[in-house]
């Protein structure tokens, strides 16, 4: 069974830094792109970044470029997402999600998310 | 800022059928797969339809996905009460910024 198990939210102050992971089960994680996208309270849903299964490509939305970097240890089967200078728009619950194709040399165009993690929560607020 | 449009809600009675659009530009959906995703309340997205009109296994016949030009839609026959979710389209834009777009998402109700 997939298991995608997220970690680190919590309650931060604009400007301050946080690491999330995500921790995966159940499927050859280094395998697959990943990716992580997050949901603001009662809003839709937007993409934050993805990463290669070599993290050779990587991509991030310009919302979050320059400020936030995602990386992945394949030996650990984890998935990062390193946060720093957060705004308090940064606010969201912050699901971690697999990227459908084998091998997919590209975060871009690595398939539909067949896999989500149940998020974890950043609060930006002083 | 999402970049792909869906109307906010739709309704129908039980049985019946519903269909969500998703509207877009030739960066993205024109030249791109779409995909589909059920939120139920609390609940973190779950893959309804992948590349325009695929169902991964488990999900029912009674979810359909077609796309033509620039534009995407999703059906729902059979309406259930299980059904009443938020609904997002999702697909890649190859813009400046090549990045994943997602819909402004639906709110389905079942009267």
């Known amino acids: 069974e997939v298991q995608l198990v997220e970690s680190g939210g919590g309650l931060v102050q604009p400007g301050r830094s946080l690491r999330l992971s995500c921790a995966a089960s159940?499927?050859?994680?280094?395998?697959?792109?990943m990716h992580w996208v997050r949901q603001a309270p009662g809003k839709g849903l937007e993409w934050v970044s993805g990463?290669?299964?070599?993290?050779?490509?990587?991509g991030y939305a310009d919302s979050v470029k320059g400020r936030f970097t995602i990386s992945r240890d394949n030996a650990k089967n984890s998935l990062y997402l390193q946060m720093n200078s957060l705004r308090a728009e940064d606010t969201a619950l912050y699901y971690c999600?697999?990227?459908?194709?084998?091998?997919?040399?590209?975060?871009?165009?690595?398939?539909?998310?067949?896999?989500w993690g149940q998020g974890t929560l950043v609060t930006v607020s002083s | 800022q999402s970049v792909l449009t869906q109307p906010p809600s739709v309704s129908a009675a039980p049985g019946q059928k519903v269909t969500i659009s998703c509207s877009g530009s030739?960066?993205?959906?024109?030249?791109?797969?779409v995909s589909w995703y059920q939120q139920l309340p609390g609940t973190a997205p779950k893959l309804l339809i992948y590349?325009?009109?695929k169902r991964p296994s488990g999900i029912p016949d009674r979810f359909s996905g077609s796309k033509s030009g620039t534009s995407a839609t999703l059906g729902i026959t059979g309406l259930q009460t299980g059904d009443e979710a938020d609904y997002y389209c999702?697909?890649?834009?190859?813009?400046?910024?090549?990045?994943?777009?997602f819909g402004t998402g639906t709110k389905v109700t079942v009267l």
């Open positions: 990463i290669s299964w070599n993290s050779g490509s990587i």
């Open positions: 999600a697999k990227g459908a194709y084998y091998g997919s040399g590209s975060y871009y165009n690595s398939g539909a998310h067949d896999y």
């Open positions: 999702g697909t890649w834009d190859s813009s400046l910024s090549a990045g994943e777009v």
């Open positions: 159940g499927f050859t994680f280094d395998d697959y792109a």
């Open positions: 590349e325009n009109n």
């Open positions: 030739s960066s993205n959906i024109g030249n791109n797969y």
